[in-house]
Protein backbone atom coordinates (compact mmCIF):
# COMPACT_ATOMS: atom_id res chain seq x y z
CA UNK A 1 0.00 0.00 0.00
CA UNK A 2 1.32 3.37 -0.88
CA UNK A 3 1.95 5.82 2.13
CA UNK A 4 -0.09 8.29 0.61
CA UNK A 5 -2.90 7.74 -1.82
CA UNK A 6 -4.94 9.95 -4.11
CA UNK A 7 -8.43 9.93 -6.11
CA UNK A 8 -7.02 9.11 -9.85
CA UNK A 9 -8.74 11.32 -11.12
CA UNK A 10 -8.95 12.89 -13.91
CA UNK A 11 -11.85 15.31 -12.48
CA UNK A 12 -12.99 17.45 -15.14
CA UNK A 13 -15.89 19.50 -14.17
CA UNK A 14 -17.42 22.82 -15.57
CA UNK A 15 -16.85 26.39 -14.51
CA UNK A 16 -18.64 26.95 -11.47
CA UNK A 17 -18.68 23.45 -10.09
CA UNK A 18 -17.54 22.15 -6.83
CA UNK A 19 -14.86 19.18 -6.84
CA UNK A 20 -13.78 17.28 -3.88
CA UNK A 21 -10.88 15.67 -3.54
CA UNK A 22 -9.52 12.53 -1.35
CA UNK A 23 -6.21 11.88 0.46
CA UNK A 24 -5.51 8.65 2.33
CA UNK A 25 -2.06 7.96 4.18
CA UNK A 26 -0.79 4.75 5.73
CA UNK A 27 1.24 6.34 8.61
CA UNK A 28 -1.44 7.22 11.68
CA UNK A 29 1.62 8.80 13.55
CA UNK A 30 1.65 11.74 10.90
CA UNK A 31 1.97 14.93 12.31
CA UNK A 32 1.73 17.66 9.32
CA UNK A 33 -0.64 17.86 6.28
CA UNK A 34 -0.78 19.70 2.86
CA UNK A 35 -2.24 20.36 0.11
CA UNK A 36 -0.14 21.73 -3.21
CA UNK A 37 -0.64 22.35 -6.48
CA UNK A 38 1.54 22.14 -9.51
CA UNK A 39 0.44 23.26 -12.69
CA UNK A 40 1.74 21.50 -15.96
CA UNK A 41 5.62 21.85 -16.08
CA UNK A 42 6.17 23.75 -13.19
CA UNK A 43 7.67 23.49 -9.83
CA UNK A 44 4.74 22.25 -6.85
CA UNK A 45 3.50 25.59 -4.67
CA UNK A 46 1.87 25.28 -1.03
CA UNK A 47 -2.34 25.82 -1.86
CA UNK A 48 -3.14 25.63 2.03
CA UNK A 49 -1.96 23.58 5.04
CA UNK A 50 -4.48 21.26 6.69
CA UNK A 51 -5.43 21.47 10.58
CA UNK A 52 -7.13 18.87 12.42
CA UNK A 53 -10.08 21.37 13.45
CA UNK A 54 -10.39 22.26 9.50
CA UNK A 55 -9.67 25.07 7.79
CA UNK A 56 -10.91 27.63 5.01
CA UNK A 57 -9.25 29.57 2.56
CA UNK A 58 -11.69 31.49 -0.25
CA UNK A 59 -13.02 29.22 -2.37
CA UNK A 60 -11.06 26.04 -0.84
CA UNK A 61 -11.52 23.96 2.22
CA UNK A 62 -8.69 21.29 3.55
CA UNK A 63 -10.36 18.44 6.27
CA UNK A 64 -8.14 15.98 7.88
CA UNK A 65 -9.76 13.18 9.83
CA UNK A 66 -6.69 11.71 12.24
CA UNK A 67 -9.28 8.48 13.53
CA UNK A 68 -9.30 7.53 9.70
CA UNK A 69 -6.40 8.79 8.36
CA UNK A 70 -8.21 10.77 5.59
CA UNK A 71 -7.69 13.91 4.20
CA UNK A 72 -9.83 16.33 2.08
CA UNK A 73 -10.00 19.71 -0.07
CA UNK A 74 -12.95 21.14 -1.50
CA UNK A 75 -13.26 23.85 -3.95
CA UNK A 76 -16.41 25.80 -4.75
CA UNK A 77 -17.32 27.86 -7.36
CA UNK A 78 -14.54 26.65 -9.75
CA UNK A 79 -12.39 28.64 -12.22
CA UNK A 80 -10.62 27.97 -15.01
CA UNK A 81 -7.27 28.80 -13.52
CA UNK A 82 -7.95 25.88 -11.00
CA UNK A 83 -6.93 23.87 -13.44
CA UNK A 84 -3.55 21.78 -12.22
CA UNK A 85 -2.85 18.70 -10.54
CA UNK A 86 -3.36 18.67 -7.04
CA UNK A 87 -0.90 16.98 -4.30
CA UNK A 88 -1.44 15.53 -1.04
CA UNK A 89 1.34 15.99 1.21
CA UNK A 90 2.01 14.15 4.65
CA UNK A 91 4.76 14.57 6.82
CA UNK A 92 5.66 11.26 9.26
CA UNK A 93 6.23 12.26 13.13
CA UNK A 94 9.59 13.29 13.80
CA UNK A 95 10.29 13.92 9.90
CA UNK A 96 10.97 16.01 7.78
CA UNK A 97 10.84 14.93 4.72
CA UNK A 98 7.45 15.55 2.75
CA UNK A 99 5.27 12.13 1.04
CA UNK A 100 3.39 13.19 -1.88
CA UNK A 101 0.49 11.05 -3.05
CA UNK A 102 0.36 10.79 -6.83
CA UNK A 103 -1.62 14.06 -7.34
CA UNK A 104 -5.29 14.20 -9.22
CA UNK A 105 -5.42 16.35 -11.97
CA UNK A 106 -8.35 18.80 -12.35
CA UNK A 107 -9.64 20.64 -15.61
CA UNK A 108 -11.62 23.35 -15.81
CA UNK A 109 -13.94 23.58 -18.43
CA UNK A 110 -15.83 26.97 -19.76
CA UNK B 1 13.65 37.35 -7.60
CA UNK B 2 14.50 35.77 -4.14
CA UNK B 3 12.81 31.90 -4.62
CA UNK B 4 14.76 28.92 -4.53
CA UNK B 5 16.83 28.73 -7.73
CA UNK B 6 17.95 25.69 -9.88
CA UNK B 7 20.83 24.91 -12.63
CA UNK B 8 20.65 23.78 -15.30
CA UNK B 9 17.02 23.56 -16.15
CA UNK B 10 17.20 21.07 -18.77
CA UNK B 11 20.12 19.05 -19.52
CA UNK B 12 20.23 16.26 -21.83
CA UNK B 13 23.31 13.31 -21.77
CA UNK B 14 24.12 10.23 -22.92
CA UNK B 15 24.16 7.05 -20.97
CA UNK B 16 26.80 6.32 -18.68
CA UNK B 17 27.95 10.15 -17.91
CA UNK B 18 28.29 12.26 -15.32
CA UNK B 19 25.63 15.28 -14.12
CA UNK B 20 25.76 17.69 -11.28
CA UNK B 21 22.79 19.59 -10.55
CA UNK B 22 23.04 22.80 -8.57
CA UNK B 23 20.09 24.73 -6.26
CA UNK B 24 20.07 27.88 -4.44
CA UNK B 25 17.88 28.38 -1.67
CA UNK B 26 15.96 31.23 -0.04
CA UNK B 27 18.69 33.26 1.88
CA UNK B 28 17.32 32.64 5.07
CA UNK B 29 16.24 29.41 5.06
CA UNK B 30 18.68 26.91 6.29
CA UNK B 31 16.81 23.41 5.49
CA UNK B 32 17.20 22.06 1.50
CA UNK B 33 15.79 19.45 0.21
CA UNK B 34 16.10 17.21 -3.10
CA UNK B 35 13.41 15.58 -4.47
CA UNK B 36 12.24 13.58 -8.36
CA UNK B 37 9.27 13.44 -9.69
CA UNK B 38 8.81 11.21 -12.54
CA UNK B 39 6.07 11.80 -15.12
CA UNK B 40 2.33 10.84 -13.53
CA UNK B 41 3.94 10.66 -9.63
CA UNK B 42 4.47 13.04 -7.51
CA UNK B 43 7.83 14.13 -5.96
CA UNK B 44 10.16 11.64 -4.28
CA UNK B 45 12.25 12.68 -1.17
CA UNK B 46 15.65 11.86 -1.74
CA UNK B 47 17.88 13.95 1.02
CA UNK B 48 18.47 17.08 3.02
CA UNK B 49 20.27 18.96 4.77
CA UNK B 50 20.24 21.32 8.18
CA UNK B 51 22.66 23.90 7.17
CA UNK B 52 25.86 21.90 6.22
CA UNK B 53 24.87 18.58 7.52
CA UNK B 54 23.51 15.85 5.79
CA UNK B 55 20.63 14.66 7.84
CA UNK B 56 19.20 11.83 6.01
CA UNK B 57 20.83 10.16 2.63
CA UNK B 58 18.93 6.72 3.35
CA UNK B 59 16.55 7.33 0.84
CA UNK B 60 19.12 8.39 -1.99
CA UNK B 61 18.58 6.17 -4.95
CA UNK B 62 21.70 4.27 -5.12
CA UNK B 63 24.90 4.41 -4.16
CA UNK B 64 25.50 6.79 -7.85
CA UNK B 65 23.67 9.54 -6.62
CA UNK B 66 25.02 11.92 -3.73
CA UNK B 67 24.71 15.29 -2.22
CA UNK B 68 26.93 17.96 -0.77
CA UNK B 69 26.03 21.50 0.68
CA UNK B 70 29.83 22.66 1.51
CA UNK B 71 28.82 25.94 3.23
CA UNK B 72 25.47 25.65 3.87
CA UNK B 73 23.74 27.86 1.29
CA UNK B 74 24.43 26.51 -2.44
CA UNK B 75 23.89 22.32 -2.44
CA UNK B 76 24.45 20.28 -5.36
CA UNK B 77 23.38 16.61 -6.51
CA UNK B 78 25.40 14.58 -8.46
CA UNK B 79 24.30 11.51 -10.27
CA UNK B 80 27.01 9.47 -11.73
CA UNK B 81 26.94 6.41 -14.52
CA UNK B 82 23.37 7.97 -15.63
CA UNK B 83 21.17 5.22 -16.55
CA UNK B 84 18.32 5.56 -18.56
CA UNK B 85 15.79 4.88 -15.45
CA UNK B 86 17.45 8.75 -14.06
CA UNK B 87 15.61 10.77 -16.44
CA UNK B 88 13.21 12.32 -14.40
CA UNK B 89 12.95 16.11 -12.71
CA UNK B 90 14.93 16.78 -9.86
CA UNK B 91 13.27 18.75 -7.32
CA UNK B 92 15.12 20.92 -5.12
CA UNK B 93 13.02 23.04 -2.33
CA UNK B 94 14.35 24.64 1.27
CA UNK B 95 12.26 25.59 4.04
CA UNK B 96 13.16 28.12 7.18
CA UNK B 97 12.77 25.12 9.59
CA UNK B 98 10.87 27.02 12.11
CA UNK B 99 9.69 23.63 13.59
CA UNK B 100 10.71 20.50 12.90
CA UNK B 101 8.63 18.91 10.37
CA UNK B 102 5.83 21.81 10.28
CA UNK B 103 7.50 24.15 7.96
CA UNK B 104 6.52 25.50 4.42
CA UNK B 105 9.06 23.92 1.93
CA UNK B 106 9.01 26.22 -1.27
CA UNK B 107 10.10 24.77 -4.03
CA UNK B 108 12.20 25.87 -7.22
CA UNK B 109 11.34 25.32 -10.84
CA UNK B 110 13.42 22.03 -11.53
CA UNK B 111 16.19 20.22 -13.68
CA UNK B 112 14.84 18.36 -15.70
CA UNK B 113 16.88 15.33 -16.70
CA UNK B 114 17.06 13.15 -20.13
CA UNK B 115 19.15 10.52 -20.41
CA UNK B 116 19.69 8.94 -23.84
Known amino acids: RKEVEQDPGPFNVPEGATVAFNCTYS??????FFWYRQDCRKEPKLLMSVYSSGNEDGRFTAQLNRASQYISLLIRDSKLSDSATYLC???????????FGAGTRLTVKP | DTGVSQDPRHKITKRGQNVTFRCDPI?????LYWYRQTLGQGPEFLTYFQNEAQLEKSRLLSDRFSAERPKGSFSTLEIQRTEQGDSAMYLC??????????????FGPGTRLTVL
Open chain 2, 93 to 106: ASSPAALAGRDTQY
Open chain 1, 89 to 99: VVIPYNNNDMR
Open chain 1, 27 to 32: NSASQS
Open chain 2, 27 to 31: SEHNR
